[in-house]
């Protein structure tokens, strides 16, 4: 596709609930980030993938919070049982490569955790 | 650490005023700054970005290392600049570690007719 794409747009989940995010990147970007945006706040780093490999997870709030990419393209954000605090919209965005790329948003994926 | 601040959430012009979104950033090496922006029910989108020294949409920004600063400004507001605009910050690419952005909170800019 021409851009980053992510599914679904939008996710209601009841608190305990676990949820899936997808990411699927420009093609052939090496580089996946993960963000998660409060509102009224900026985006905020969760993870970091090179290719197929995991290279920085520093931003994840919780061990609720997984994300993979096992074959070094699409990418899914996985949290487990789902609490309040995880109300955001989750971002996902790519580059070409790990040098000074421009890197681009998809449109997001709006949890809402009730 | 890095840091951005943006000390205003809300910034309302006339249409043809000029404007001037604040950015401050906390950073003890060489970053590269952008400028994000996001326009209503759209995906963020690179605006600009320190290292290119361009003009895009009138708007300019220059990086003042002696103040850690990186306004956003345009001289002539227009209607379609409405949207919320965020600052934010690349480090040194470490190598092994991510090249992430670090985000201010973001200014929303309202331009009135």
């Known amino acids: 596709g021409a851009g980053v794409s992510q599914s679904p747009r939008y996710k209601v989940a009841k608190r305990g609930q676990d949820v899936a995010l997808r990411c699927d990147p420009i093609s052939g970007h090496v580089s996946l980030f993960w963000y998660q945006q409060a509102l009224g706040q900026g985006p905020e780093f969760l993870t970091y993938f090179q290719n197929e490999a995991q290279l920085d997870k520093s931003g994840l709030p919780s061990d609720r919070f997984f994300a993979e990419r096992p074959e070094g393209s699409v990418s899914t954000l996985k949290i487990q049982r789902t609490q309040q605090e995880d109300s955001a919209v989750y971002l996902c965005a790519s580059s070409l490569t790990t040098t000074r790329n421009t890197i681009y948003f998809g449109e997001g994926s709006w949890l809402t955790v009730v | ?113």
């Open chain 2, 1 to 113: 650490a890095q840091r951005v601040t943006q000390p205003e959430k809300l910034l309302s012009v006339f249409k043809g005023a000029p404007v001037e979104l604040k950015c401050n950033y906390s950073y003890s090496g060489s970053p590269e700054l952008f400028w994000y922006v996001q326009y209503s029910r759209q995906r963020l989108q690179l605006l600009l970005r320190h290292i290119s020294r361009e003009s895009i949409k009138g708007f300019t920004a220059d990086l003042n290392k002696g103040e850690t600063s990186f306004h956003l400004k345009k001289p002539f507001a227009q209607e379609e600049d409405s949207a919320m605009y965020y600052c934010a910050l690349r480090g040194e690419y470490s190598g092994a570690g991510s090249y992430q952005l670090t985000f201010g909170k973001g200014t929303k800019l309202s331009v009135i007719p």
